[in-house]
């Protein structure tokens, strides 16, 4: 039997398919002998309050999150779990789903097999994200996909100092920059054309958006490298993480992005394969419509 003896619940809001979901869990695993701390988010739905409990306990106690929802929420749940070392489960209840791989009716035959001991570890990369206006730090974050320098509300391109280690690499003038993790290659980077990295590259992915000048291609650089961004001349600019928060960054700041050194622990069923995943979600040797 595995050690997960209390296990934490986060599900995409406003959704009555995920609540019902949620319900359906938390009975299931109540009648297991386990501890559920549900994500506080969900105190007012019917059958789900007296299990909630805020992040900060939920933190402290939680042996493994089961997220019900699709990327975004899972994403989400990261972003609210923050450093703390709970590892996660996904419960596809989405779109595609590239990091909830069960479906959402196999749900409680996969929960049966992850509280007897039968799932993997895939340690995935996050980026710490730092924000610097005259040397002084007025933000930080961490992202699991990506960070997303670029325009903002404004109707015109931006200019970016690119830095890879204190080296300058060039001036790109454009919508923006993605800097993707490989979790984060099959996300925003992937619709800019960049490359898709398996999670055990140990790489990042810096994709332009937009740029203009044919020859500003994706690169992929290692994930010992320290990135900065600076805003240049009059632009100002908004830095977004995972698609979950933001920034406003003004002309003059520096976004610094580095490796972080609290990686997010997926887990992942028996049989589990990333390239069998990429093949289903991307339709690659589908059998064209006649």
Not at 4 to 31: I, M, N, P
Not at 105 to 130: Q, V, Y
Not at 138 to 151: P, Y
């Amino acid at each position: 039997m595995s050690g997960y003896r209390t296990l934490a619940l986060f599900g995409k809001q406003d959704s009555d398919a995920v609540a019902e979901a949620l319900v359906a869990l938390r009975g299931h695993l109540v009648e297991r002998g386990r501890t559920v701390l549900v994500d506080d988010a969900f105190r007012g739905t019917a059958g789900l309050g007296a299990s909630c409990a805020d992040i900060a306990a939920i933190r402290r106690q939680a042996d493994v999150a089961v997220v019900v929802g699709g990327d975004g929420t899972l994403l989400a749940a990261a972003r609210k779990l923050g450093a703390a070392d709970v590892p996660l489960v996904g419960i596809n209840q989405g779109r595609l789903g590239f990091m909830t791989d069960i479906a959402r009716a196999d749900m409680l035959s996969a929960i049966d097999r992850l509280l007897a001991g039968e799932f993997t570890p895939d340690r995935r990369m996050r980026l710490e994200a730092r924000v610097l206006r005259d040397g002084v730090e007025v933000f930080r974050t961490l992202a699991l996909n990506e960070v997303v320098v670029n325009k903002g509300d404004l109707g015109r391109m931006i200019e970016l100092e690119v830095r890879v280690d204190g080296e300058f690499l060039y001036v790109l003038r454009a919508d923006g920059m993605i800097v993707a993790t490989p979790s984060g290659s099959t996300a925003y980077a992937l619709s800019a054309n960049g490359p898709i990295l398996q999670p055990a590259v140990p790489g990042i992915a810096l994709v332009p958006l937009c740029a203009h000048g044919l020859t500003y291609r994706p690169i992929t650089i290692a994930d010992s490298c320290a990135v900065e961004l600076r805003l240049v001349h009059s632009y100002d600019g908004r830095v977004h993480c995972d698609g979950q928060d933001f920034f406003d960054a003004k002309a003059g700041d520096c976004i610094q992005l580095t490796r972080s050194r609290h990686p997010l622990t997926l887990l992942h069923p028996p049989g589990y394969s990333y390239f069998a995943m990429l093949r289903e979600k991307l339709h690659w040797s589908a059998t064209p419509h006649k």
